[in-house]
């Protein structure tokens, strides 16, 4: 089983950047492939990012390509998404998950297929 703690979360003004954390606590993290996941208000949870078990693939969500990189460091655990250039849209609180994947390279994008969840942080950015 795999605990995860997101972390990073705040205020910012558009145009500003944050940079989320997500601490896996077991030492099969690196076994996951990992998510970002947002949800506004009223709004389904949707894809922000995701990076492979082995951090040789990432996947983006079409809003924020150019914008968000995803990245892991599985010695520490660790997975992160910088944020640049942040919009008011991009207001959320956001999950990151992990998905217990056969294959290495595989970045599933639905909600549903993600086991294990953080338990969110709140990004809102002021326009």
């Known amino acids: 089983q795999v605990q995860l703690v997101d972390s990073g979360g705040g205020l910012v003004q558009a145009g500003e950047s944050l940079r989320l954390s997500c601490a896996a606590t077991a030492r099969t993290a690196s076994s996951y492939a990992m998510g970002w996941f947002r949800q506004a208000p009223g709004n389904k949870r949707e894809f922000v990012a995701g990076?492979?078990?082995?951090?040789?693939?990432?996947r983006y969500a079409d809003s924020v390509k150019g914008r968000f990189t995803v990245s892991r460091d599985n010695a520490k655990n660790t997975v992160y998404l910088q944020m640049d250039s942040l919009k008011p849209e991009d207001t959320g609180v956001y999950y990151c998950a992990a998905d217990e994947v056969l294959l290495g390279g595989t970045i599933r994008t639905a909600a549903s297929s993600y086991e294990y969840w953080g338990q969110g942080t709140q990004v809102t950015v002021s326009s």
């Open positions: 990076i492979s078990r082995t951090a040789l693939s990432t």
